[in-house]
C-alpha cells in the first residue's frame, strides 16, 4: 500500500492491485495529477509503514495509475 501526502493533507490512497481505489471523475483524477506534479508541493509517500519524500519511480506510478484510470472513463482500451 501507498498513502501519498501533499500539504499535509492526505491525497488519494493508492495500491498497485486489483483492488485500487478508483477516481470518481476526470476532474478529480486531473486535479489530483495537478497536485502531485506542482513542484511547489512537498509530497511525502508512506509505504510499508515508512516514509520518505516521493521519489520519480513514486511519481510515475502515481501518474501511470490516475492516467490509465482517466483513460478507461474516456472509454480507451488501455490493454496493451
Known amino acids: 500500500m501507498i498513502f501519498i501526502k501533499s500539504y499535509g493533507i492526505n491525497l488519494e490512497r493508492l495500491e498497485r492491485t486489483s483492488t485500487m481505489n478508483e477516481i470518481e471523475n476526470i476532474k478529480a483524477g ?3 495529477l495537478l ?11 508512506t509505504k510499508d509503514g515508512k516514509s520518505h519524500s516521493m521519489n520519480v519511480k513514486d511519481l510515475k506510478e502515481a501518474n501511470y495509475d490516475v492516467l490509465l484510470q482517466i483513460a478507461e472513463l474516456l472509454g480507451m482500451d ?3
Open 78 to 80: 488501455v490493454n496493451n
Open 30 to 32: 486531473l486535479t489530483y
Open 35 to 45: 497536485d502531485i506534479n506542482d513542484l511547489k508541493n512537498n509530497v511525502t509517500v
